[in-house]
């Protein structure tokens, strides 16, 4: 076996291996912070929404309602940075910026809409489940 060259993976004791599968139960697993991005509560609204069709930032921002121009830009950001959204900037004056899922982004915003979609269809049973646990609650 010879040894890694300076500077390569094989050298670096904190090169994550490529070869190496993904688990995000280990501890020090990147894929936590990829979930994370994905699974907050904006990052889940906005996959949503922009697979629904290609939105400016305005547009992005008035169907994900209550998000603040501050966290869509820092969720759009971290889409972004994981190739799960694609910016692209039109030539206008002033200029604006589009906002598309990538292929990446277009299978997870599927899996996505299908945990929306059965959340909003179980909603009543979730609403008397919350009910019955605040009932037990109250009487201890």
């Known amino acids: 076996m010879t040894p890694a060259a ?3 993976a094989a050298s670096d004791p904190d090169a994550v291996d ?6 995000v139960f280990a501890r020090d ?11 907050s509560r904006w990052g889940v609204l906005a996959l ?3 697979a ?8 992005l921002r008035r169907r994900v309602d209550g998000v603040s121009e501050r966290m ?3 969720t759009l950001h971290n889409l972004e940075r994981d190739g799960f959204v694609t910016r692209t900037v039109l030539q206008s004056i002033p200029p604006k910026v589009e906002y598309s899922l990538t292929d990446l982004g277009a299978d997870a915003a599927t899996q996505l809409r299908a945990l929306i ?3 909003q269809g179980n909603l009543a049973a979730v609403e008397r489940a919350r009910e019955a646990y605040d009932a037990t609650r109250q009487n201890n």
């Open 6 to 8: 300076p500077g390569s």
């Open 18 to 23: 490529p070869t190496l599968e993904a688990d």
């Open 48 to 50: 949503a929404a922009l």
């Open 29 to 39: 697993c990147s894929s936590r912070d990829v979930l994370q991005n994905v699974t």
């Open 52 to 59: 629904e069709g290609d939105l400016r930032f305005s547009a």
């Open 117 to 119: 979609h059965l959340v």
């Open 72 to 74: 869509l830009s820092q």
